[in-house]
Nanobody, 130 residues
Framework: QVQLVESGGGSVQAGGSLRLSCAAS????????MGWFRQAPGKEREWVAT????????GYTDSVKDRFTISRDNAKKTLTLQMNSLKPDDSGMYYC???????????????????????WGQGTQVTVSS
C-alpha cells in the first residue's frame, strides 16, 4: 500500500508561483513512477507531469512545459511540482499519483491517463486569478 498526501496549494495572481509537495508513505521507497494530474470544475482530470526515478526521466503536458518542474527527494520520500508563470487556466485541484509497482522508464513516461495510476492523494487546490 502507498499513501500520498499533497500540500502547498493556494491562491495566487497570474504570473505568480506555487510549489506543491506530495509526501509518500507505506512503501520502503518512494515509488519510481509518479505524476501530477489536475482537474478543473466540470472537466476531466488531466495529466500534468510524470517522473521516473530510475533514470530521472520526466515528461510534461505541452501547456506547462518550461513553466512547471517535477522533481523528487528520495530521502524525504517527497514529490514536488514547482509551478511558475501561473495562468488562470492552471487553476484546479492538483493530485499526486503513483503507479506501484512501477514499470520501466519508457512505459512509465507513457502513463498519462488517470486509469494508469493506482494510488492517489486527496488533492490540493490551486486558484490563479487574472
Amino acid at each position: 500500500q502507498v499513501q500520498l498526501v499533497e500540500s502547498g496549494g493556494g491562491s495566487v495572481q497570474a504570473g505568480g508561483s506555487l510549489r506543491l509537495s506530495c509526501a509518500a508513505s507505506g512503501s520502503s521507497n518512494i515509488p519510481r513512477c509518479m505524476g501530477w494530474f489536475r482537474q478543473a470544475p466540470g472537466k476531466e482530470r488531466e495529466w500534468v507531469a510524470t517522473t521516473y526515478n530510475g533514470d530521472g526521466s520526466t515528461g510534461y503536458t505541452d501547456s506547462v512545459k518550461d513553466r512547471f518542474t517535477i522533481s523528487r527527494d528520495n530521502a524525504k520520500k517527497t514529490l514536488t511540482l514547482q509551478m511558475n508563470s501561473l495562468k488562470p487556466d492552471d487553476s484546479g485541484m492538483y493530485y499526486c499519483a503513483a503507479r506501484y509497482p512501477s514499470p520501466i522508464s519508457r512505459l512509465c513516461l507513457g502513463l498519462r491517463s488517470r486509469n494508469d495510476y493506482n494510488y492517489w492523494g486527496q488533492g490540493t487546490q490551486v486558484t490563479v486569478s487574472s
